[in-house]
Every structure is written in C-alpha cells, then in structure tokens.
C-alpha cells in the first residue's frame, strides 16, 4: 500500500513539475507535511524606481509598491487558504506566503493560475567563522589592525566615523550593551534604551541563550556581536574594533543558534525595509538602513537546493536602495565555491576573506556555476583573519572567516556615505566607487574562470582588490580640495 500511495504521489508531482521544486516532492515522500514557500506569479515591478525616485523617497515608494502588489495579488489565495483553515504568513518583501502543507494541499496549490512556484522553506546556517580565539582573549587597548589596514581612521581624522548612517545586521543576534555596541545602538538616547524599530527577533523557539521573539536584543551564538563590533565597535575606552563607530545601528535575529529559513531571512529583510515596533506593527519605512551586512550562507548540506529562494527578496531590497552586503563563504580554495545564497546574487555585494596581502584560502572564489550564470563573485574582499572583536558578556575574541571581512566593507560604506550623503540610497553608485577605488596589492597567482589573478582585475578570486576607504574617499568622491584630501 505504501508503494501504492507513493507511486501515485510521484505521479501527481510529475504532474506539477513546473512549479513544485524537487526537495518539496522529496520532503513529503518522507513525511506527511513540509513547510514550503509559496510564490505567487505577480511580482511588483521595481526596476524604474531607481531613475524615478531618489533618496528615501525611492525607499518609500518601493515599499507602498510591494506592499500594494501583495496585498492585492495575495487576496484570492489567503481567502482560500482561510476557507481551508490553513494557517499561513503572507510576506511582501518578496510576494510569497509560508504555510505548512500535505501532498493534497501542494497539489491543489500548484494547480492555481496565482501561484508560480513551490519551494521548500529550507534549513539555513550560517557562515560560521572556521576559526574561533577564546572569549576569554585579553582586552587591548588600540584600533585592530583591520580597521587600520582599510584605512578608516584616515577618515576619522579629517572628522568622517559614519555619523547619520544607520546600518544593519541579520545575524544570530547583539550583544545589544556590549560596552563596544551600546553607545551606537540607535534605541539607546544615552540614558534608556527602546527597542521598537530597532530590534527584530525572526526566531520564535525558545534556546538555551535567548528566547524566541525576544523583546530585546539577544545573541545565542556570538557571531552576531562579533560581526557588528567590526562594523561600528568602539567601547569609548580604547578599544577600536570598529570602522565606523560614529553610525547608529538595528539588528534582527535570523538564526537559532546559528540555523534558520528561508522565511525567518525574509522575515529580517522585511522588517529592515520597514521596521516596525515590537509587536510587528506601524511599519515606517523613513526608519530603514542604508546598508545591510549579511555574515551568513544558506549551503546545500543545510538543505538549500533552490539557489534562487531568496534573490527576489535580496532584489528588491536593492532596488529600494539599500546596499546589500554579503560574505562570499569558507569553501575555498577551489574555484566555483561561492555558490550560496545570499553571496551569489548579482544584487549583494560578495566580500572575500583577505589574510595580510593574501586571499585566505578558506575565502570562496568565483565565478558563480551553481544558478548557471558563470557570474563573477566576489566583487571585493577585506580583512578577515585573526579580527578582534566584540562577543556576548562584554568581552573580545578573533574570529576568522568572511563572516569577518563582510563587516568590513559594509562600514567603508557607511564611512563613504557620512563623507558625501548623496550615497544613500544609491547601491549602485558606491558599489562602483568601492569596486573601482579597491587596492589589488593581493598576492596570488589563481586563475578561476578564465580571470587570473593578480594580472586580471577584476577577477574571481578577489574581486577588485582590497578595500580602501581613504582612496575611495579621495580618488572617487571629487573631495581633494573641499575635505582635505591630499
């Protein structure tokens, strides 16, 4: 009878190929339910808004523009998922809805004309950092060598530290008054904290380090805190593990304990473009970031089969103009190991791992095979050994791993944008300001798709080359005269 039963579901997936991707169809072979995303056939059109609009405008606009194409595209199919009583999550960063289903409710779903395709809401993990110091690393008192070797405190000098940018972090949490996180977290006024628009916890089960939909920042896992400390940390008292403390910065949590979904990723990029209060509502989307660092990977060992489940999302957050920044991933050396989501979308802006004036050889390299495009990845790379950073209770530890170079450039970015405004909201512009103002003093000798490095650069093992903020800010923003720039 189990034959029987099975064989006829092969048939009836056959049936819907098109649109019920293969781990869907496997998942329920093994089980009578998966958790599947649902995407519907109209997705809202953002391609123009970058020429119509500018500023938060364009921000402002591309969310209505999500939020209305959901809201009226989605209603025929909630109705009838109501009408079925089947629980679900309708999400407008992308248009898509979460829900639990059965082979029946799957087959009958892939037979709307409204629903494009089925995909399994799959196991993610994180680009864990493939090697950890001890938390118990003894502070030290002095900028990290990182911070100095792309060049922020040239920057800091002239009177540029990221102040009136606001970045953001999906991870798996903050250490939100780490004394290197506190002063720069934007729901601290100096005296108290709130934590509506600035805090959003994606996991809702319980762990044995933060509860699910925490009200406050929480971190079950320290790679969030460490992450964020590169990014913006600097405890007032000497400890500059920081590229741009004078930002302001939000965090959402992505992951339990280093594991998440497809939704639970969805969920942090939706509230980034509208952040909300605690309880999920009065979304505001004037409050969004100007960029996003996203330390984390979704690899098939984790259960991500359909490299493409997430690049409608990462699009549109781009297209709203916010700069997407991504780790590339610790599968290299080998060519064509950048092969996860979020790194391998043309819309994120994929960071290699540097160590000194070499590419780690963890660092994953390009170009791009596993969507088919033969895209070159990463677009450029940073520090991301040996970085001393911020970790939960207040201390400091060395992580290394791209996890730790993204940071890196996701605050050039934000230092970049404190120099000259006008950046905001305008990924492409500083993403071609980073990548043509990058340093390629990397020694190496790998040829990956057809680029070989260093005599090609762009190329697919480091991109353009090191991140440089001074001679971003110098060579590309026009400023030698008005900033100081010598």
């Not at 049936?15 to 998942?27: E, L, T």
């Not at 998922?81 to 639990?100: K, M, Q």
């Amino acid at each position: 009878m189990r034959a029987i039963a099975l064989a006829s579901l092969l048939f009836a997936f056959e049936a819907a190929a098109d649109k019920v991707a293969a781990p869907v169809q496997r998942a329920l072979m093994l089980g009578d339910k998966a958790t599947v995303l649902v995407t519907l056939a109209e997705q809202a059109e953002l391609a123009n808004l970058a020429r119509e609009r500018h500023g938060d405008d364009r921000l402002i606009a591309a969310v209505a523009r999500l939020r209305e194409t959901a809201n009226r595209s989605q209603a025929p199919l909630r109705a009838w998922l109501a009408a079925r009583g089947v629980r679900h999550r309708a999400y407008w960063v992308a248009n898509f809805i979460s829900l639990e289903a059965d082979s029946e409710l799957v087959q009958a779903l892939a037979a709307r004309e409204d629903v494009a395709a089925i995909d399994l809401d799959a196991r993610f993990s994180g680009a864990h950092p493939v090697q950890q110091t001890p938390a118990t690393l003894k502070a030290i008192t002095a900028i990290e060598p990182g911070v100095t070797r792309v060049n922020a405190p040239s920057l800091w000098a002239m009177g540029f530290r990221g102040q009136g940018v606001l970045i953001a972090g999906q991870d798996t949490g903050y250490d939100w008054d780490h004394p290197a996180l506190q002063r720069s977290y934007a729901g601290w006024n100096g005296s108290s904290a709130s934590h509506d628009y600035h805090w959003f916890d994606a996991i809702t089960v319980n762990n044995a380090s933060c509860n699910g939909n925490s009200p406050e920042p929480c971190d079950d896992h320290n790679h969030g805190t460490h992450t964020m400390g590169t990014m913006v940390g600097d405890d007032g008292a000497g400890n500059q593990v920081g590229v741009a403390p004078g930002a302001r910065w939000i965090g959402c949590r992505n992951m339990n304990a280093g594991n998440g979904t497809a939704s639970s990723y969805a969920s942090c990029f939706q509230f980034f473009l509208a952040p909300t209060d605690r309880a999920g509502n009065n979304p505001d989307p004037a409050r969004a970031p100007h960029v996003i660092n996203n330390s984390w990977g979704c690899p098939p060992s984790e259960g991500c089969t359909a490299p493409d489940i997430l690049r409608s999302v990462v699009e549109n957050v781009r297209a709203a103009g916010i700069l997407v920044v991504a780790s590339a991933g610790n599968s290299g050396s080998s060519c064509s190991s950048v092969s996860d989501p979020p790194a391998i979308y043309a819309a994120s802006y994929t960071v290699g791992n540097l160590n000194g004036s070499v590419v780690a050889s963890t660092s994953s390299r390009g170009p791009v095979m596993v969507d088919g495009s033969n895209r070159l990845k990463p677009e450029i790379s940073a520090p991301g050994t040996n970085v001393r950073s911020s970790v939960r209770n207040g201390g400091y530890a060395s992580f290394s791993g791209t996890s730790m170079a993204g940071p890196h450039v996701a605050a050039v970015a934000a230092l970049l944008m404190s120099v000259d405004p006008s950046l905001k909201r305008d990924p492409a512009r500083i993403e071609t300001l980073l990548s043509t103002t990058a340093i390629a003093d990397i020694t190496t000798t790998q040829t990956c798709g057809g680029t070989a490095a260093p005599a090609t650069v762009p190329n697919n093992t480091f991109g353009h080359g090191r991140v440089d903020a001074l001679n971003a800010a110098r060579a590309g923003l026009g400023l030698l005269n008005a900033s100081g720039f010598e």
